[in-house]
């Protein structure tokens, strides 16, 4: 969409740019290394720039360019990442003046993405985003060709290409769209035919690379791909929780959450999410080597928030604790696991399992005439959502019941409870 852009390697600088505070927190920085890292790239060198207000031409202002060009000349740099959303003309500039590809923390992310998804979900929905962001980055791509040709009432050349380029944009967002909608109507009956079964699901969310892949693999006996990289499993993965019990469990591997999920990511990913969403049980995986975990715990739960997950129950899992020295201190709020060695995993699966039978679930029972006394305990237990009369003068009553209350009800009255 423009043209003569320098051609990118990956010899690579990074900046970060913050208005009117200090420019960037060290775990912003290592962050925006990992993901360079996991894209494959060398960073040569990073800078940290803060300013007042943003240049509307080049973001940094005239006189940091001429300073960034020298720099990046001196160590041979091919692409610059910029840790700020730059607009169409802003990022042309830049590279007109600099010499080399400029990209955003945005078109990175989305470059991991489109590296790593493997299911056809999931690259429909990478698609989506690339192609959502790229609307915004047709701003003046043909300009270059106003000059050959116009007049009065004409358009120029470099306009047409320009609206020509976005109706195909927009169309091929529909046939996107249209897609992803047939392969979720796919994931809906499977999603309904669990719930026709009433087995609960547990859904593993966390910040990427915190282990959640290696830990699902621990907890089920599965063989899910796993990498020590950022974004390593993309598409949502359901298995069989490998409990010692009858019970029947369901876990659910997810992406990772990253600071600030760039907007397009979030809607086009919303699909895979709504596993999140409709578990009846979360399992907040933190990475306890990471110094900077209370700010992933702080993005994975405005992430949450944004997805409209705020009443689940959470269980949180302090994983990675194979790292840590002798002499430090195990985090107390959670349990501590190691998917890697299979240290407190009986004790997770026994949270899960005692969490998950305190979970209410629907039930529908039959009462004759003559219970009036059980009707009015399961009144006072606030366990009725409705109920209906009969003409017999039976009653069939619509349950709210954690499996245990179900159970000791069940065998106090002599009552069958349908699940």
């Known amino acids: 969409m423009f043209f003569d852009r320098p051609e990118p390697g990956t010899r690579t600088a990074l900046v970060l740019i913050r208005i009117g505070k200090y420019p960037?927190?060290?775990?912003?920085?290592?962050?925006?290394?990992?993901?360079?890292?996991?894209?494959?790239?060398?960073?040569?060198?990073?800078?940290?720039?803060?300013?007042?207000?943003i240049n509307t031409a080049t973001c940094i202002g005239t006189g940091k360019v001429s300073e960034l060009t020298a720099r990046l000349i001196g160590h041979k740099i091919e692409l610059l990442i910029l840790d700020y959303e730059l607009s169409a003309s802003q990022q042309r500039n830049l590279e007109k003046?600099?010499?080399?590809?400029v990209m955003t923390r945005t078109e990175l992310i989305l470059q991991l993405f489109e590296s790593r998804a493997q299911?056809?979900?999931?690259?429909?929905?990478?698609?989506?985003?690339t192609l959502s962001h790229a609307q915004?980055?047709?701003?003046?791509?043909?300009?270059?060709?106003?000059?050959?040709?116009?007049?009065i009432g004409l358009r120029g050349a470099g306009e047409t290409q320009l609206a020509i380029d976005r109706t195909l944009i927009q169309k091929r967002i529909r046939i996107t769209k249209e897609r992803i909608k047939r392969v979720q109507e796919q994931r809906t009956v499977q999603r309904q035919q669990r719930q026709r079964n009433k087995v609960p699901t547990v859904a593993l969310v966390g910040y990427t690379n915190a282990g959640k892949s290696t830990l699902f693999n621990a907890l089920t006996k599965s063989k899910v791909y796993t990498d020590d990289r950022l974004f390593a499993t993309l598409d949502a993965t359901v298995r069989k929780l490998d409990l010692l019990t009858s019970d029947n469990i369901l876990l659910t591997d997810t992406v990772g959450f990253i600071?600030?999920?760039?907007?397009?990511?979030?809607?086009?990913?919303?699909?895979?999410?709504?596993?999140?969403?409709?578990?009846?049980?979360?399992?907040?995986?933190?990475?306890?080597?990471?110094?900077?975990?209370?700010?992933?715990?702080?993005?994975?739960?405005?992430?949450?928030?944004?997805?409209?997950?705020?009443?689940?129950?959470?269980?949180?899992?302090?994983?990675?604790?194979?790292?840590?020295s002798s002499t430090e201190n195990y985090p107390k709020d959670g349990i501590s696991v190691s998917a890697v060695q299979g240290t407190g995993l009986d004790a997770l699966k026994s949270v899960?399992?005692?969490?998950?039978?305190?979970?209410?679930?629907?039930?529908?029972?039959e009462l004759q005439p003559q219970d009036g006394r059980i009707r009015s305990i399961l009144y006072s237990m606030h366990a009725v959502k409705k109920e209906s009369f009969q003409e017999d003068g039976g009653i069939t009553m619509q349950l709210n019941l954690a499996p245990k209350q179900a159970a000791d009800i069940s065998e106090k009255y002599g009552l069958f409870l349908q699940g």
Do not use: C, M
């Not at 912003?28 to 790239?41: P, Q």
């Not at 003046?97 to 590809?101: D, E, F, M, P």
């Not at 999931?122 to 989506?128: A, D, P, T």
């Open 24 to 53: 960037a927190d060290e775990p912003e920085v290592v962050e925006l290394y990992e993901l360079s890292a996991s894209a494959g790239l060398i960073v040569e060198l990073h800078q940290n720039y803060r300013q007042a207000q």
């Open 136 to 151: 915004t980055r047709l701003v003046k791509g043909w300009s270059h060709l106003d000059r050959q040709k116009g007049g």
């Open 97 to 101: 003046a600099l010499k080399v590809r």
């Open 119 to 129: 299911t056809r979900e999931g690259k429909l929905q990478v698609e989506l985003a």
């Open 352 to 365: 899960i399992l005692k969490r998950i039978q305190g979970i209410p679930r629907p039930y529908t029972v």
């Open 259 to 324: 600071r600030d999920l760039p907007f397009e990511l979030v809607a086009a990913f919303r699909s895979t999410l709504e596993e999140v969403t409709l578990a009846d049980l979360l399992v907040h995986v933190i990475d306890v080597s990471q110094p900077d975990r209370i700010e992933t715990i702080h993005s994975v739960g405005n992430t949450l928030k944004e997805i409209g997950v705020e009443d689940t129950p959470i269980i949180t899992v302090f994983n990675k604790v194979d790292t840590l």
